[in-house]
């Protein structure tokens, strides 16, 4: 087997955590019998200070060519003066995923026991570990909802969050079809008490349900989500939400299981790829751009390395390759192994570098 990866390692940390994720993905070819061939291309920042566009149309035309893309971080201070269209964020990140047509995005915020002490919450709490999946729809609602404007006199602004039952339909798939793989417990996120896309979002998910006769289907206002996120997680297996909505709850998710640095994230574009695997996706640690700990061998490079693992599993369908680097992680953890994001005070951090290294040492082991 032959795979065309493309890497977009972006700003700030991301050409760090990128070359790790990247490290593990050539470890895990060696190991499991197939061949890589990566291109990386330009993107965010550094693709507008090279080439004048946070997204070159090349970078968009090599992605369509790839099986499977890995990307880092977009976006730094310096950036964020520019006309939106120009900004790494909404000049290349949404663009992208936009374009690319992957509407579901799976965050899985998963505890590694090695790391209950530094997670947000009480160790009662976590004692029994924590594994919870975020369904983000990713392509929709109020990020791309038209009109969305400054008026006139620049004294009143609007974003407009609209869904259409297909977009909700699909995702709700994917949150089904993923729940259906795991604890088949499904909560669907929502403000169905206030926004009229959230009534037509309980209502497709009602409709849906008895073509998923094994999952548990539950709903959940957003704001009462927030808070049991941090109450009380183990309830959740898999959240289904908008885009905005899995935006902010995944962020929080994350903060659970001890760390930004941990999170992985899988951008697809097809309901059913959650289940199958061999369909391309997008690939990103959860983390940002992290401007102030750029270049300095200080970054976490475990959500890239876990990212990569995910694109292993869901585009190039080598799940036990995927294994091998989780199973890598999770040693590499329980042996003490700590980036300055997860070291506990007093204890000592790895860098970057010596913490992807750990990790591809004990792929070779496993
Ligand atoms: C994320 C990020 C992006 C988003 C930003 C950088 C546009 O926060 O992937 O969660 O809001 O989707
Ligand atoms: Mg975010």
């Not at 094994?214 to 989500?225: A, F, I, K, P, R």
């Not at 599993?313 to 953890?333: G, I, M, N, Y």
Request: glycine share 8%.
């Amino acid at each position: 087997m032959h795979y065309h990866i493309v890497l977009l390692p972006g700003d700030g940390i991301g050409p760090e955590v990128t070359a790790a994720g990247a490290q593990a993905l050539e470890k895990a070819a060696q190991m499991h019998g197939f061949a890589l061939h990566t291109e990386t291309a330009l993107i965010g920042g550094c693709a507008y200070d090279a080439a004048g566009h946070p997204l070159p149309p090349e970078t968009l035309a090599l992605c369509r060519t790839a099986d499977a893309v890995l990307l880092g971080a977009v976006g730094g201070p310096q950036y964020d003066t520019l006309p939106a269209h120009l900004r790494p964020e909404a000049g290349a990140l949404l663009p992208l995923r936009k374009e690319l047509g992957l509407f579901a995005n799976l965050r899985p915020a998963r505890l590694f026991p090695a790391l209950a002490a530094v997670s947000a919450l009480r160790p009662e709490i976590t004692a029994q570990g924590l594994d919870l999946l975020v369904v983000r729809e990713l392509t929709g609602g109020i990020y791309f909802g038209q009109p969305k404007a400054r008026s006139a006199n620049g004294e009143s602004a609007t974003d407009t969050c609209t869904y259409s039952r297909t977009e909700i339909e699909r995702i709700l798939h994917t949150g089904f079809q993923a729940a259906q793989k795991r604890a088949k417990r499904l909560c669907s996120v929502d403000k169905a008490n206030v926004l009229e896309t959230s009534r037509l979002w309980r209502e497709t998910a009602v409709k849906l349900a008895p073509q998923y006769p094994g999952v548990e289907l539950s709903h959940m206002l957003v704001d009462n989500c927030a808070m049991q996120l941090v109450r009380d997680p183990r309830q959740f297996d898999v959240i289904v939400t908008e885009n905005m909505f899995g935006d902010i709850l995944s962020d929080e998710a994350s903060m659970l299981t001890g760390s930004l640095g941990m999170l992985p994230s899988a951008s697809l574009g097809s309901h059913s790829a959650a289940a199958a695997g061999g369909v391309f996706g997008l690939y990103e640690p959860v983390h940002g751009s992290a401007p102030d700990i750029a270049g300095k061998n200080a970054a976490n490079p475990l959500a890239a390395i876990l990212s990569a693992a995910m694109l292993l599993r869901h585009s190039l369908a080598q799940p036990a390759a995927a294994d091998c680097v989780e199973k890598a992680v999770a040693q590499a953890l329980h042996d003490g192994l700590r980036t300055a994001d997860i070291a506990e005070a007093g204890t000592k951090a790895l860098g970057t570098r010596e913490m992807t290294e750990a990790v591809l040492q004990r792929m070779q082991a496993a």
